[in-house]
């Protein structure tokens, strides 16, 4: 019988909670947080499971919540999340610290024939056979105080996943992944998945125009929004939307009765801010050329064969099937565009495990070596 204590508002009481917590060897964590408004998510609760305890947390309370920070960096704990990037994102951004160690059980779930990034609800599913209610999906999470449906809500999330965990892990065990696994959940700890550099904003705004000066204007109106909303706690399109960032990179002001002629324009920017604008993009101008962005990534139209990407494609999934590994964590569309381009060095379909499933038989593919057959309406690999 788990015993929930629903919702902790006091220093008492979450003292003898936190007691609890440091007995077990795996907690569950989640949190409900809003970012409607703000730059940076603001954190609502937190929910925090043992084998058989579990209660939520009212960070908006007068609660002192160091014990909670303190708890998520005790080392002999192992934290559980689904999906817990954005959850890890908060306590990072409120902390400076990465929980340690932490699991990821969406994550796993890609390594044990479950799909491409698994939802929460479909791992409740399967190893418990609930259904989620969803009604309070959407709740304001800001408003006390909060229902007995809310938190019921909320705190199911870590009762489900106490108890998801050992059967994820021990398919993983039994399919021997465990370090297939920990590599991937490795890169949940690198801070710079988090902190958005100011520098490389632009290369998230998706731009059909390729030309390196208008790429270069854009680059820098991208840092001053992205540092802008930091320093003012606002959502990026609050401020200016991506779009209209990149009509004013095109059209290129000089001067602030010109902003008027711009689609999309907010009226609400501020004469200040214009007139920064305007000094960026006159600044931008004296960059040298030489130094402009490149084409971004995303934009770049490869020469690849259609047929031969397909074919690619098709092999993808042939070996996520048979491997039942998610075909998104073992190589993209880019990756597969690189492989036809000749390249090699870096990717990672042709490193550790990724080798193995893929990249071993992509080499095969490649070397003529490889063809396929159908026997019993299943395709079967055949190795010359």
């Not at 007691?19 to 947080?33: H, P, R, W």
């Not at 802008?228 to 939307?241: A, F, G, T």
Request: include cysteine.
């Amino acid at each position: 019988m788990v015993k929930i204590n629903k919702l902790i508002v006091d220093n008492d009481t979450l003292k003898e909670f936190i007691n609890k917590c440091l007995k077990q060897k795996v907690l569950a964590i989640d949190t409900e947080f809003i970012r409607d408004n703000t730059y940076y998510p603001i954190l609502c609760l937190v929910q925090i499971a043992g084998k058989d305890f579990a209660a939520a947390i009212d960070p908006l309370s007068e609660i002192d919540m160091n014990p909670i920070w303190d708890l998520l960096s005790n080392e002999k704990i192992l934290k559980i999340f689904h999906s817990g990037r954005q959850d890890i994102e908060i306590f990072l951004n409120l902390t400076g610290k990465i929980p340690k160690p932490i699991y990821d059980t969406q994550i796993a779930a890609m390594f044990c024939g479950l799909g491409d990034q698994v939802g929460y609800e479909k791992l409740v599913d399967k190893f418990l056979n609930l259904s989620i209610d969803k009604r309070n999906q959407f709740t304001n999470w800001l408003q006390r105080p909060l229902t007995n449906s809310q938190l019921d809500y909320a705190i199911s999330d870590v009762t489900h996943l106490i108890k998801i965990f050992p059967s994820v892990n021990k398919l993983i065990l039994e399919a021997g992944r465990q370090e297939w696994v920990s590599k991937e959940i490795e890169q949940l700890y690198k801070k710079d998945l988090y902190n958005v550099n100011p520098e490389e904003a632009w290369k998230r705004i998706k731009i059909k125009y390729h030309k390196s000066e208008t790429l270069n204007i854009l680059k820098i109106l991208a840092k001053w929004r992205e540092n802008k909303c930091k320093e003012r706690n606002i959502p990026r399109n609050r401020l200016i939307r991506d779009e209209t960032l990149v009509n004013i990179s095109l059209f290129k002001p000089n001067k602030i009765d010109l902003f008027n002629k711009i689609r999309g324009m907010p009226k609400n920017v501020s004469v200040s801010d214009l007139n920064e604008i305007v000094k960026i993009i006159k600044d931008a101008e004296k960059v040298d050329p030489n130094t402009w962005p490149k084409v971004a990534k995303f934009n770049k139209k490869s020469n690849v064969n259609k047929c031969s990407l397909d074919f690619l494609k098709l092999l993808l999934v042939y070996c996520s099937e048979e491997s039942g590994l998610a075909e998104k964590l073992i190589a993209d569309t880019d990756d597969l565009k690189s492989i036809l381009d000749g390249k090699r060095e870096g990717l990672k379909v042709f490193e550790g495990w990724r080798y193995d499933v893929f990249g071993k038989v992509v080499d095969l593919l490649l070397e003529g070596k490889l063809g396929f057959t159908i026997e019993n309406y299943k395709v079967k690999k055949i190795s010359f």
